[in-house]
């Protein structure tokens, strides 16, 4: 089936903090399917992604068709002439803007002088967003680059919106302002009902109605379950980071007695070298095998030979790894935490464990290591869940009726259906 034509009333303008990167390719999935559904989205990246996060071609065409809003703010011609475009145009909205910059600041000259940072390249986007006519702006992450998308929507007249996540959020919202965020959106997207609950805790009521749920989402065809002999080959995707919970993981490792268990650890991060360290100590290394960050293609074929994901977290948003293992038929081992439990239902798509307990975590692994039947039943019934709830087409669907019902000054459901 052909994409549609390109709808003229909603350029969409996307913007992160990195764009693209291997640990946020849900972002690229979701770009993709609104593109599909026929909407014109520019991508946006606050700064450059490193070519080691580029995983794949379609990860170094998007990275090349991206604006760079760091890049465009150290060009002095760029950013006076932006600033000077605004003061001189718009006066009242220009200091009416510095003013919320100041004002949402935190505290200290240091968290100051990043609001202004902000302002700076706020400027510059309001300009590149008046440029390819963009009719909204939408942000992921709401922290800083959070704060750039409202600073420049305040600028330009753009309406903005953003995806909240967390959990890095939750643990400081006063400080990024998560309740100012919300107010000043057009909606936000929760991709949980427990991210929704969350924003509730740090917004007033009468913004409660904007916070809908759109789950990130992936495409189940890229995941076919293939034949498996069950073996004990454990697989971990994820920021290694202590947030994370790896070294719970390998101490449950140690309580399992089993000659062909094996552990493939995708990704990386700022503990990789402790955890390598430990993995040893533990006499674990010949078990263990750190494989670095791996593209979406990679990930799907591990999770082809892959008898067991595990997700031993202490934080989470709704992780995407989950719903890439169990639509690959995949049994999965997570904690219950967060928006976890909306995904896997203990004992029907998966088991769930109590954070930080290694006991636990290596019985939930020796249940689905001893019951390849009951492992499978799981897995089985995941994919069906995530075919008819986590999918990326019918979640940017979701997102793409929450852009066009709300350009047209109409108030969607808290669960808008796609329109066909």
């Known amino acids: 089936m052909s994409p549609r034509p390109p709808d003229p009333t909603r350029r969409i303008a996307y913007l992160t903090g990195e764009y693209p990167r291997a640990t946020d390719t849900f972002i690229q999935r979701e770009v993709a399917a609104l593109r ?203 920021r290694l980071a202590a947030v994370k919970g790896l070294p719970v993981l390998f101490e449950a490792l140690t309580r399992i007695d089993h000659p062909d268990l094996s552990l493939a650890i995708v990704g990386d991060g700022p503990d990789r070298a402790a955890l390598e360290a430990q993995a040893g100590a533990l006499a674990l290394s010949d078990k263990v095998d750190f494989m670095g960050y791996r593209s979406q293609s990679e990930v799907a074929s591990l999770l082809k030979d892959a008898d067991l994901l595990v997700l031993p977290s202490f934080a989470e948003g709704l992780p995407v790894v989950l719903m890439e293992a169990l639509a690959a038929e995949v049994p999965v081992v997570a904690t219950r935490i967060a928006g976890i439990p909306e995904l896997v239902e203990h004992g029907n798509t998966g088991l769930l464990v109590p954070p930080g307990d290694a006991d636990d975590l290596a019985a939930a692994i020796r249940m689905i290591l001893q019951s390849p039947d009951n492992a499978h039943k799981m897995a089985r019934a995941g994919r069906t869940r995530i075919e008819a709830e986590f999918t990326s087409r019918t979640e940017a669907a979701r997102l793409a009726h929450l852009f066009r019902a709300y350009g047209e000054c109409s108030q969607p459901p808290k669960r808008p259906e796609p329109r066909p």
Request: some cysteine; aromatic content about 8%; hydrophobic content about 40%.
């Open 36 to 238: 599909a559904l026929g909407l014109e989205v520019e991508t946006c990246s606050v700064r450059r992604t490193g070519p080691e996060h580029h995983v794949g071609e379609e990860q170094r065409v998007e990275a090349a068709n991206t604006f760079h809003l760091l890049e465009a703010t150290k060009n002095p011609a760029r950013l006076f002439s932006a600033h000077l475009r605004l003061l001189a145009r718009h006066p009242g909205r220009y200091f009416r803007t510095l003013v919320l910059a100041t004002r949402t600041s935190p505290g200290g000259v240091k968290a100051t002088l990043y609001q202004l940072i902000y302002f700076a390249e706020a400027a510059v986007l309001a300009r590149q967003l008046k440029k390819t006519g963009a009719t909204h702006l939408h942000n992921h992450i709401a922290t800083s680059s959070c704060t750039v998308a409202m600073l420049a929507s305040d600028l330009s007249g753009i309406p903005f919106s953003f995806t909240l996540h967390g959990p890095d959020i939750f643990y400081e919202p006063i400080r990024w302002r998560l309740d100012e965020k919300i107010r000043r959106a057009r909606f936000v997207a929760c991709i949980s009902e427990f991210c929704r609950s969350q924003a509730m805790a740090f917004s007033a009521p009468e913004d409660w109605p904007k916070l809908h749920i759109v789950h990130c989402g992936v495409d189940p065809s890229r995941y076919t379950p293939a034949p498996r002999e069950r073996g004990a080959q454990l697989l971990f995707v994820g």
